[in-house]
C-alpha cells in the first residue's frame, strides 16, 4: 500500500521559513516523480515543486521560484520542501504526492496518483 505522510508544518510568523517533510513507503523511491502542492482555504490546488527521485531533476512554480526547493534523501525515503521569506499568503495546507513515472515528472496536480493527507502551514503578520 501506498502511504505518504507529510509532517513539518506550523505556523510561523512572516519572513520565517519552514521544511516539510514527506515520507513515502509502499513503492520504489527512485523511480518516482514527487511534488508538492498546496491549497489555500476557498482555493483550488496549486503546484509547488516537483522532482524526479532518481536524476534529482527539479521544477518550480514560477510564483515561487527563489523561495522554494524541493529535496530528497534516499536513504529514508523522503522528499522535502523548504519554504523561505513566507508571507501570510503562503497560507495553505500543503500536499505531497507520488507518481511512478518512467522519467517523466510534472507539476498538474492530474499527473499525480498518490496524496498525502496534508500539513498546515500559516503565516502570520
Known amino acids: 500500500e501506498v502511504q505518504l505522510v507529510e509532517s513539518g508544518g506550523g505556523s510561523v510568523q512572516a519572513g520565517g521559513s519552514l521544511r516539510l517533510s514527506c515520507v513515502a513507503s509502499g513503492f520504489w523511491f527512485p523511480s518516482n516523480c514527487m511534488g508538492w502542492f498546496r491549497q489555500a482555504e476557498g482555493l483550488q490546488r496549486e503546484p509547488v515543486a516537483s522532482i524526479y527521485v532518481s536524476k534529482d531533476l527539479t521544477y518550480y512554480a514560477d510564483s515561487l521560484k527563489g523561495r522554494v526547493t524541493i529535496s530528497t534523501d534516499k536513504a529514508k525515503d523522503t522528499v522535502y520542501l523548504q519554504l523561505d521569506s513566507l508571507t501570510p499568503e503562503d497560507t495553505a495546507v500543503y500536499y505531497c504526492?507520488?507518481?511512478?513515472?518512467?522519467?517523466?515528472?510534472?507539476?498538474?496536480?492530474?499527473?499525480?496518483?498518490?496524496w498525502g493527507q496534508g500539513t498546515q502551514v500559516t503565516v502570520t503578520s
Open positions: 504526492a507520488a507518481q511512478m513515472s518512467g522519467g517523466v515528472c510534472s507539476l498538474r496536480p492530474g499527473f499525480f496518483t498518490y
